[in-house]
């Protein structure tokens, strides 16, 4: 077997990891603070319960990546197999990063130094101070604009500077 073909399931699962990136932002954009406002409301809008309607979406993402695992592993173990893992990989990484680490519904990972994690939280916060689904903003997860990363570097020196002084 030659180098390209060992690494061809790999890039597939990274690109497809990436694409999702894209999926995710414009399902959120606009589905989810389009047509799917009613599932997606719970989100903005806290109620009292664990589960929300928008864990639901869930079920959107998982249908296509189940959809690839099986009808890859059918035809032998094709392709698909590999695009269904890079849905996977990204649904695991918007749980961990979504929801456990930004939205604390486990409360582990609490705090962080991590400038990368800082910006990526702050970008969140920034969406959810709209209310409604108009006037949305950072819709991405795991990219976000460049002036969240600056403002997460100036809070990280401030807070050193506080602390060692």
Known sequence: ???LTALFPALIVIATFVTMEGVAWFAH????HGLMWYFHEDHHVHKPGFFEKNDSFFLIFAVPSAWCFISGSMAGGDFRVWIGTGI?????AYFLVHDIFIHQRFKIFTRTENT???AIRKA????HKHLSKEEGECFGMLWVPWHYFVDARRAMRARRQTTAG
């Open 124 to 127: 969140h916060k920034v969406h």
């Open 1 to 3: 077997m030659d180098t």
């Open 88 to 92: 996977a990989a990204y649904g695991l």
């Open 29 to 32: 954009k606009y589905l989810m």
């Open 116 to 118: 990368y994690l800082m």
